[in-house]
């Protein structure tokens, strides 16, 4: 417990990170840690296999030219991919990714220094994780991008090529999409988490409207064939889906937006926004993160009111 109230004081992102700890997927991983470890892999399709087992979901490209890996969750976790990878042959990890910057996509960043000299995210990922770790003093457990980038990146290893898009501020203002060309596979990151309510994290940038534009971008950019991998799911093995299954984000998006207007409007506050206990029109979504929801979106639609 004493562990867990340290990790409550400090920063937002520090609160989002403890919360995470008692999602459901974790408890999942803590019950299931007692038999070993409690990892999944799910292989999907090119050489691109799907890691779980506490904090966001990690995606890694196996090629004869070598590994790529995107996002760590925590350093353990991380050294449990690591240890596999080695298992399963003797080529080198030629490169490290992150969708964005939050704890449970990049605490494991650290179990990857010395083995891999690339570390690709976006330029508002880096300024990100190195705010978060300055207020938390958690610096020196940090391995940072070593390149970033502000609208796409590209690289190739062995005969795939992989490139990341920013199509702008939604979860954070650092969320890229990693598309693995050849297999037709994206990692979201946080850009999607299914049947869940989404985390919005305007302390690192994020913005409601904007994530709807940012989900239009992505609908039109890939096809009907292409995987969606994203970092965590109320259920723990549903961690893939296709492009029109992303529509139910925008739809509650949306409804979240229209729902909070018209409180606004009728002259309610932010703390009995706060208190609302559904979105009208919302079904199927779970998880803790309601109230932050309603937070985020009064206090954006506020701000912008107070612009005009
Ligand atoms: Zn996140």
Redesign the pocket.
């Given at each position: 417990m004493i562990k867990r109230r340290q990790f409550i004081q400090g920063s937002a992102n520090t609160l989002l990170f403890s919360m995470l700890l008692g999602s459901k997927n974790s408890l999942f991983a803590q019950s299931a840690s007692m038999q070993g470890p409690a990892f999944t892999w799910k292989e999907l399709r090119g050489g691109i296999s799907l890691f779980s087992e506490r904090g966001g979901t990690i995606a890694v490209l196996k090629t004869k030219d070598g590994y790529a890996v995107v996002d760590t969750q925590f350093p353990d976790q991380s050294q449990h991919v690591i240890d596999e990878l080695k298992k399963q042959s003797d080529q080198k990890i030629q490169l490290l990714m992150n969708t964005?910057h939050?704890g449970d996509?990049t605490s494991g960043n650290i179990a990857f220094k010395g083995l891999v000299n690339r570390v690709v995210a976006h330029e508002n990922s880096l300024k990100n994780q190195i705010a978060a770790a300055t207020k938390a003093k958690t610096e020196e457990k940090q391995y940072y991008p070593t390149e970033t980038f502000k609208d796409t990146w590209t690289t190739k290893i062995g005969k795939e090529r992989i490139r990341a898009h920013y199509f702008g501020p939604a979860?954070t203002d650092g969320d890229v999409a990693i598309h693995f060309e050849h297999a037709n596979v994206v990692h979201l990151g946080?850009l999607f988490g299914n049947k869940r309510y989404p985390?919005i994290d305007r302390s690192a940038g994020a913005s409601v409207a904007n994530w709807i534009h940012v989900n239009d971008k992505i609908q039109k950019h890939f096809d009907k064939d292409t995987i969606f991998t994203y970092?965590h799911a109320f259920n723990p093995t549903e961690i893939t889906c296709k492009k029109e299954d992303l529509m139910a984000l925008t739809d509650y998006l949306e409804k979240l937006i229209i729902h909070v207007s018209s409180e606004i409007k009728s002259g309610k506050t932010k703390e009995e926004v706060m208190k609302l206990t559904a979105v009208n029109g919302v079904q199927g979504m779970n998880g803790d993160f309601l109230k932050n929801n309603f937070q985020m979106a009064y206090e954006e639609l506020t701000e912008k009111n107070t612009k005009q």
């Open positions: 964005h939050h996509h979860h946080d985390i970092g």
